[in-house]
C-alpha cells in the first residue's frame, strides 16, 4: 500500500473507532509500518475524530522522526510490539470503557485475561495478558511488553487500556473491536454462569488457525 493510502486508512480507522464510542477526547493511538520499513504514527494530544493524514509523525526505518507532529508519549508500547513480533505491521492503543472495566476486576487471571466466549476472539487475540498499571508514557510500559518476548499480540494496561499488534492496520483494528467486544461480554455476563468454550473447543480454533496459545 502507498504511503498516501496508509495515511489516509489511518485516520479513516481511527475517525471509525472515535465515532462508535471506542476511545474518546484525545486517548488513545495508532501507528502502522510503511513500505520502506518506517512508522507513521499519530501525534501527541491527537483525537482519533481528527487526524490529519499530513501531520501524522513519520519515522524512518532507523526509528528516527523526519517529519509531521511530535508522536504520541506511548511510542514504548508501538516500537516494544515491532521489536519483539516480526509480523506486527500495526499497533493500536485506545482506552476502551469494557477492556479498562475488565482490567479492574478482582477475579481475573493476568496470564489469560479475557474469558474464552467466543470462537473470534480466540482467533484475532489468543491469550491477552494483564500488564500493572503504569503512569501514561512511563517507558516502563515497552519493557513489560518486551518481557513476554513476541508471545503475545495483545495485553491490557490495567486501569489505563488494550494494546494489539496486528499484520497489517486492519487487522490490529479488527482484533482491537473483538477484545472490547469480548470484555463487554465478559461484564455482562459476570455473575451468570455462562457456557464458556471447552478446552477441547478451544485447542480445536487454535490448532485450525494456528493461534499462539503458549
Known sequence: MSESKLREQICEMAASMFARGLTGGASGNISARTEDGGLLVSPTGSSFGSLDPARLSRFDERGMLIGGDQPTKEMPLHSAFYETRGTTGAVVHLHSTHAVAWSMMPDIDPENLLP?????????????????????????MGDAVRGLAGKRSAVVLANHGPVVAGKDLEAAVYAMEELEETAKLALLLKGHQPRMLTSGQVQRVVDKFDVDWD
Open 116 to 140: 474464552p466466549l467466543t470462537a473470534y476472539a480466540v482467533m484475532r487475540l489468543g491469550k491477552v495478558r494483564l500488564l500493572p498499571f503504569f503512569v501514561p508514557g512511563d517507558p516502563a
